[in-house]
């Protein structure tokens, strides 16, 4: 998780300014490295996200399953650094990203192979406590627990609010995708916070990192003059 962590903050800087610069996200996945990619959002407009969603299984994540009919087959599995999971008497399959309901499909189907119409239970045993990251321009940059329900308007409160850095119209949200690599979405707060409407305001997944990037002005504002600087300053810009 340390080393995902570092390789997102790394790609920060070169995915922020393209976005900065157009006011939107291409449509096309970023490539990173050899080994990361963000995959660009074709729509611009936040989309919407359900309430209570269910937890994905992550790398390192261990269950167990119980089969009610054949005892012989109960086991503890984890989940591999590749995304699959090695099953006793079937062999692996890949289960990363997968709920609990769906995990207990794949695992019946693999099993029926050997097995007639199979009864088992699947229990999550040793899973990562689901968390979002909050950077660059808020109170109080880290990481943070993701206790319940929250959106990224919300997320800022939490990490301290907006610096008199931020460029409030330009919020990222960096999105892990299951097979690896992030998904950025941009979220214009200030109109969001302007308008008094967060019917728009984007539902925060475990892993999701906000990022709020830095406000021309305050980039060129070491270069101007103090006296200056009512000529300069134009807070609807930001």
Do not use: C, W
């Not at 997102?8 to 939107?24: E, K, N, R």
């Not at 907006?162 to 200030?190: C, I, M, W």
């Not at 925060?204 to 406000?215: A, I």
Request: proline share 7%; no cysteine; net charge neutral.
């Amino acid at each position: 998780m340390k080393y995902s962590i570092i390789a997102l903050a790394a790609i920060i800087v070169t995915v922020a300014s393209p976005l900065a610069a157009q006011g939107a996200i291409s449509p096309a996945t970023i490539q990173a490295s050899s080994s990361s990619n963000i995959a660009a959002s074709t729509n611009t407009a936040p989309a919407l996200h359900e309430r209570n969603p269910r937890y994905q299984l992550r790398r390192g994540d261990t269950f167990d399953l119980d089969f009610e009919l054949s005892p012989e087959f109960n086991q503890t599995v984890a989940v591999q650094p590749d995304g699959y999971a090695t099953l006793k008497g079937v062999g692996s399959i890949y289960i990363e990203g997968q709920t609990v309901p769906e995990l207990t499909e794949t695992v019946k189907t693999a099993y029926a192979k050997i097995l007639h119409d199979p009864v088992i239970t699947v229990g999550l045993k040793d899973f990562e406590k689901p968390y979002f990251i909050a950077a660059g321009q808020v109170g109080k940059p880290g990481k943070y627990d993701l206790r319940s329900d929250l959106t990224v308007t919300e997320a800022v409160a939490i990490a301290g609010g907006f610096t008199d850095k931020a460029k409030h119209s330009q919020v990222v949200l960096f999105r892990p995708l299951p097979g690896g690599g992030y998904e950025a979405k941009l979220l214009n707060a200030k109109k969001l916070l302007a308008t008094r409407n967060l019917s728009e305001d984007i539902q925060l997944q475990p892993g999701d990192m906000v990022y709020v990037p830095q406000n021309e002005l305050s980039k060129i504002r070491p270069f101007l003059p103090t006296s200056s600087m009512g000529a300069y300053y134009n807070p609807a810009m930001f």
